[in-house]
Every structure is written in structure tokens, then in C-alpha cells.
């Protein structure tokens, strides 16, 4: 982690440049609820794309889903989430800030008001977040907004089993939205009511988890790498006895360096057949596989690989944040995104207005445009619009100077090392595609 980085810079950082915004601002904001500027949703997007390829594309066993957010009350009855899915939280009886009990000392003073004793007996809060569906507002009509997306896989689990030619081992993967009632929302967008998942769901043979599990494990801790996320960033967490749910068999998080420490990304899990068992149980439905090789009927067993999207955000800004000193002597903040995540890939730039540059660069990035997400900026000098370009972590600037009115070529200039290569306009795209294939971090 660059030592530059501070929760409070990525956050103005975010506002300044149109990254994310609090909810409702105008209103005075809503806790846990944020919105996506322009160059947030590009990055969420490109983040959320990188994923899927990634899920889909590249295997020959992963389908994609995307069931509803509303789903039959039952479901989270059979998930356990009715009864279990509640954090334990206390008030302070001076203040009354609300706190969730495990994540403070209840023997010290309240950490907002500094009062001692102060705090109340522990209760315990569901996370899920109630509404009612048809006019009714009766103990009958209630749905919950999903707090994970997992459980409308498993719902789907027959339905894409039967009308997919899939076979076993295979897996379903599903990205959208989360809501949780969160008691301490803080650090940003890490941890909000409103977020985003990316979840897959790998079903396979009893026993053969035990080959699954670690293949899954290997295979997200790469994907963070192939994202251009420093490796020094990421490690694993194995969970104890204490915070295994009762039916995993084993579970890893995934841990980033986040400006406030290190903190869970994602969780891979070994959830063996619980889920399908109780949704077998709660649905009466028979959601059994029939092996075609051996014949042999099973309910199989799950390893999980969740992530949140919104969270991966926070993780990819956190990264790429740096404060550097330039030649001329002052200091430039930049985003060393992965060309594959960042919300404008190529910036072109007229060195001047006038004498036909400003034309020039305009049929110049309207020629981009189907190949990359450009920017057009004509105004002010050049190397306060490089700056710009290196606020929101854009990784090619092309610049239209008078020698393109001559020769046809344009200089490239690279975000991390800030070098400059002349390269022929008409072989711009190919040069800026093989620089995002081949791109390492600081050239
Ligand atoms: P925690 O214990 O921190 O509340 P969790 O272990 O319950 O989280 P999971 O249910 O495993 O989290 O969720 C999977 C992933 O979803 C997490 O690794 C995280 O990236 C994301 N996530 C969970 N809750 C939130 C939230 N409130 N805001 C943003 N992302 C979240």
C-alpha cells in the first residue's frame, strides 16, 4: 500500500472526480448508500466484466444467471437466514450510538462519548431487510431484499441443470445486488447496505470438493493478480473453529491491505451439499443429481467463491492510489489501474486549438471510439490535462502536435513512467491494444 493513501483522500478523491457520490446527497445523505458517478460505474462495469470473463469465458463449465432480487419468503427460511443471519449490537444509553457488540470492547468507556458502563445488554438484529409485496401489508405478503445472491443459484440449481446440457462438475455464476441492514456501516463503500456480489456456485461430486476446493482458491487468488493488484496487498485468511458456520467444511477469506488495515475481499467456501439439502427439505422438490456414468443419485456439494463488486472498488482505488514527485519538481496523484479496469482508456489531446490540431484529434478520437472508452480535452496547457488523466487513472494520453500534421504520427504518452513513444496514427489502435495486453505496473 502506497503510504500516500488515506480513506479520507480516496473519498475526496471519489467526489472531486465523479468516481462515487453519498446517496441522496442533496438530502443530507443516506448512511450505506452510495451512487456511481461517471467514472465509477465505467470502473464497476469494467470490474464486474473482467469478472465474468473471467467466471464464464475461460471455463468450459460455468454458466451465468441472474435471478430476482424479491424471492419466495421461504427460501431464507431454508437458508438459515430467518433465524441465524443477525449481528448482536448494543447502544450506548448516553450517546445512543449504535454498535455492534463483537467488533467492541463492552468492558471499555463508549468510544464516541467516552462514558464508562454505558452500554446496553446485547441483542441480537436481522440484517435482511423487510418489505411486502401486493397491497396487503400482512404478516403473509412479507419478502426480504436478498441479502446474498447465492440462494437464487441454488434455487436454480435444477432449472439450469436441466435446461443446459451441464454435467457435473459444473458451476453457476451470478452478479447483483446485496442488501443487508448493517449496523456500522463505515470505511466508505465498504461495507453498505446497498452492494454488489459476484458470486459462483461450483457443484460437484461428494469427495471431489476436496480437488475443488483448493483448484477455486488458487484460481481467485489469481484473478486479483491478473487485475494488476499488487500481490504484497492479498493474503489469506483461514477461518477458525469460532467463525466456521456449522455445515462448512472449511473456509478462506481472501484479505486486502485496505487503508484501515487488512480486511475480508472474498470468501471461498466448502458448503458441502447444506444448501440444496435444505432447499430440498423446505421445497419438498427432489433436487437430487443422477450421475450418467455410475448411475449413482446424490445431492452434491458446493464449494462458493463470493465476492463483493462495490468492495473490489474500494480494493482497485486503494491500489492504484499514489502521490508522486514529478521531474518538475511537484506532485501528481495517480491511479495505477489496470488498463482492463480503468474507466477511460485513451485520452487524446490537441497540443493546441488552433492551426487544425484541434480537427485532427477530434476524427482521431471519434476513430477510437469503438475500440476503447476515449476522452477529448482541448483545454488548458498539456500537462495539466495529463494530470487530469492521471487523477482518474487513465493509462494512454495521445497527443496531436504539428509534427502530425506532417508525418502522421502521434506521441503516446504512458500513465505510470510518463514516457512518450511517436507511433503512426493509422497503427494507434494496435499499438494501445498490444500496451494493454502486455502491461506491467510502473512502465
Ligand atoms: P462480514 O462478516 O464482514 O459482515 P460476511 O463474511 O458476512 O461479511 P459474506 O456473507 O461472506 O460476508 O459476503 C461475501 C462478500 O460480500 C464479502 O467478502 C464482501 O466482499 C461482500 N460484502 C458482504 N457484506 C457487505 C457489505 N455490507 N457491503 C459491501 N460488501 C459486502
Known amino acids: 500500500m502506497s503510504e500516500a493513501v488515506t480513506m479520507d483522500k480516496i473519498v475526496s478523491l ?12 442533496i438530502y443530507g445523505g443516506l448512511n450505506g448508500a452510495y451512487d456511481y458517478g461517471p467514472m465509477g460505474v465505467e470502473l464497476k462495469n469494467n470490474i464486474r466484466d473482467f469478472w465474468w470473463k473471467e467466471m464464464t469465458q475461460m471455463h468450459d463449465n460455468i454458466v451465468g444467471l441472474d435471478a430476482s432480487i424479491l424471492m419466495h419468503p421461504r427460501v431464507w427460511e431454508a437458508s438459515g437466514h430467518v433465524s441465524n443471519f443477525t449481528d448482536p449490537m448494543v447502544d450506548c444509553k448516553v450517546c445512543k450510538s449504535r454498535f455492534r457488540a463483537d467488533q467492541i470492547d463492552l468492558n471499555a468507556p463508549c468510544p464516541v462519548c467516552g462514558n464508562k458502563g454505558s452500554f446496553t445488554e446485547p441483542r441480537n438484529f436481522n440484517l435482511m431487510f423487510q418489505t411486502h409485496i401486493g397491497a396487503n401489508a400482512d404478516a403473509a405478503s412479507i419478502v426480504y431484499l436478498r441479502p446474498e445472491t447465492a440462494q437464487g443459484i441454488y434455487v436454480n440449481f435444477k432449472n439450469v441443470l436441466q435446461s443446459s446440457r451441464v454435467k457435473l462438475p459444473f458451476g453457476i455464476a ?41 483448484y477455486w482458491r488458487e484460481q481467485r487468488m489469481e484473478f486479483y493478480k491478473k487485475m494488476g493488484i499488487h500481490p504484497d496487498h492479498l493474503r489469506w485468511h483461514q477461518h477458525g473453529p469460532d467463525e466456521l458456520a456449522f455445515y462448512a467444511k472449511d473456509a478462506y477469506d481472501i484479505q486486502f491491505l485496505f487503508p484501515m488495515g487488512w480486511q475480508e475481499l472474498e470468501g471461498v467456501h466448502s458448503r458441502t451439499d447444506y444448501d440444496l439439502t435444505q432447499h430440498e427439505k423446505f421445497s419438498g422438490k427432489d433436487l437430487t443429481y443422477l450421475d450418467p456414468e455410475t448411475n449413482e443419485r446424490y445431492i452434491p456439494y458446493v464449494v462458493e467463491t463470493s465476492a463483493g463488486l462495490t468492495r473490489n472498488v474500494l480494493m482497485a482505488l486503494s491500489d492504484a492510489y499514489d502521490e508522486e514527485a514529478t521531474p518538475e519538481g511537484d506532485v501528481r496523484t495517480v491511479l495505477h489501474f489496470h488498463p ?21 484529434a477530434t476524427k482521431l478520437e471519434h476513430d477510437l471510439r469503438s475500440d476503447f472508452y476515449t476522452f477529448y480535452d482541448q483545454s488548458g496547457a498539456v500537462g495539466r490535462r495529463y494530470r487530469r488523466m492521471d487523477e482518474i487513472g487513465t493509462p494512454y494520453c495521445v497527443t496531436v502536435d504539428y ?21 503512426s496514427a493509422d497503427k494507434l489502435s494496435s499499438f494501445i491494444h498490444d500496451a494493454m495486453k ?6
Open 14 to 25: 471519489c467526489r472531486r472526480r465523479g468516481f462515487i457520490f453519498q446517496s441522496s446527497e
Open 174 to 214: 451470478q452478479v447483483g445486488k446485496s442488501f443487508r441492514n448493517e449496523i456500522a456501516t463505515k470505511n466508505f463503500i465498504f461495507r453498505s447496505c446497498e452492494f454488489e456480489q459476484m458470486e459462483m456456485q461450483f457443484f460437484c461430486k461428494p469427495g471431489t470438493d476436496e480437488e475443488w476446493f483448493p
Open 340 to 360: 482492463a479496469i480503468a474507466p477511460v482508456k485513451v485520452a487524446v489531446l490537441p497540443l493546441v486549438k488552433k492551426d487544425g490540431l484541434a480537427e485532427y
Open 403 to 423: 509534427q502530425t500534421l506532417q508525418d502522421q504520427t502521434v506521441t503516446v504518452r504512458f500513465r505510470d513512467s510518463m514516457k512518450q513513444e511517436r507511433v
Open 438 to 443: 502486455n502491461y506491467r505496473r510502473g512502465e
